[in-house]
């Protein structure tokens, strides 16, 4: 299983990003994805998770309202369109592949496989 995270970049504050995360190597649409960011130092935290039809969505408060998580399962892609950036967004972005297709997980525990991470920066 490979998962392929892009489209991190250097931004303003109140700009907006989409990262795309693509997968292969499963069938993907039997599998939760997942994004989490990390900054140095720190412990990675979830960011976003989405079921395996896409039909159930979770959040972290400190993102609730701002970034939006979706798949394509037909083009084996996961996306996390990020609005309102602000600087405390900065960080690697990781994308995730879970062990079921079901309610989307929060836990780092409940992937097993991920990206190799883009970088997000929000300057102020």
């Known amino acids: 299983v490979q998962l392929q995270a892009f489209g991190g970049g250097l931004v303003q504050v109140g700009a907006y990003l989409r990262l795309s995360c693509a997968a292969s190597?499963?069938?993907?649409?039997?599998?939760?994805m997942g994004w989490f960011r990390q900054v140095p130092g720190n412990e990675r935290e979830f960011v976003a998770a989405?079921?395996?039809?896409?039909?159930?969505?979770r959040y972290a408060d400190s993102v609730k309202g701002r970034f939006s998580i979706s798949r394509d399962n037909a083009k084996n892609t996961v996306y996390l369109q990020m609005n309102s950036l602000k600087p405390e967004d900065t960080a690697v972005y990781y994308c995730?592949?879970?062990?079921?297709?079901?309610?989307?997980?929060?836990?780092?525990?409940?992937?097993?496989?991920w990206g190799q991470g883009t970088l997000v920066t929000v300057s102020s």
């Open positions: 989405i079921s395996g039809s896409g039909g159930s969505t």
């Open positions: 995730a592949s879970g062990y079921t297709a079901a309610l989307p997980a929060t836990t780092l525990g409940s992937y097993n496989y």
């Open positions: 190597g499963r069938t993907f649409n039997n599998y939760g």
